[in-house]
C-alpha cells in the first residue's frame, strides 16, 4: 500500500509542479494585458503592499495599492505602447516568483521605439500569486 501511494504522488508530482507554473504563467499574462491597456489599477488590484522601482529613483517603500497605480500611471502616461511580451515566468524560491516583460513603446509624439525590461516579483498565498514588488530596468 505504502508503494502505491508512493507511486501515485511521484506521478502526481510533474503535474502539481506544471500546475503551479501555469499559474504564475497567468499571472503573467494578466499583468501584461493590464500593462498594454495602461491599466495600473488592474496591474496592482490584488497587492496588498508593492515596493516599486523606476528608472532613476530609489525603490520606493511598500505602496499600498492605490498608491501604486498613481505612481506606475503617472509613470506609462506620456508613452504608448507597441509591444509587451512575457520573457520569463519562473518560480525562484518557496512561494516566490518573477516575471520578466519585455516592453516595446514610443514616448507621446515621437517615432522612436524604446525597450525596457519590467521585473515583477511575486508572492505565492493561499488564492495564487500577489504581486509585491515591480521594477522597471534600462
Keep these: ?10 506521478a502526481a508530482f510533474p503535474a502539481w509542479v506544471q500546475a503551479q507554473g501555469s499559474d504564475l504563467r497567468d499571472a503573467a499574462e494578466r499583468a501584461r494585458q493590464a500593462w498594454v491597456a495602461h491599466d495600473a489599477s488592474a496591474l ?3 497587492s496588498p503592499r508593492l515596493v516599486i522601482q523606476l528608472p532613476g529613483a530609489e525603490p520606493s ?9 498613481a505612481l506606475l500611471a503617472d509613470f506609462q502616461a506620456s508613452s504608448q505602447e507597441v509591444e509587451t511580451l ?5 518560480e525562484v524560491g518557496s512561494r516566490r516568483g518573477y516575471v ?3 516592453r ?5 509624439g515621437t ?4 525597450v525596457q525590461i519590467l521585473l ?3 508572492r505565492r498565498l493561499e488564492d495564487g500569486w500577489t504581486l509585491v514588488e515591480f521594477r522597471v530596468v534600462g
Design 1 to 10: 500500500m505504502r508503494r502505491v501511494l508512493i507511486a501515485v504522488m511521484l
Design 44 to 46: 496592482v488590484a490584488e
Design 61 to 69: 517603500v511598500a505602496l499600498g495599492p492605490r498608491q501604486a497605480a
Design 86 to 90: 512575457i520573457r520569463a515566468a519562473r
Design 100 to 102: 520578466e516583460l519585455e
Design 104 to 108: 516595446k513603446y514610443r514616448v507621446a
Design 111 to 114: 517615432q522612436n521605439i524604446r
Design 120 to 122: 515583477l516579483g511575486y
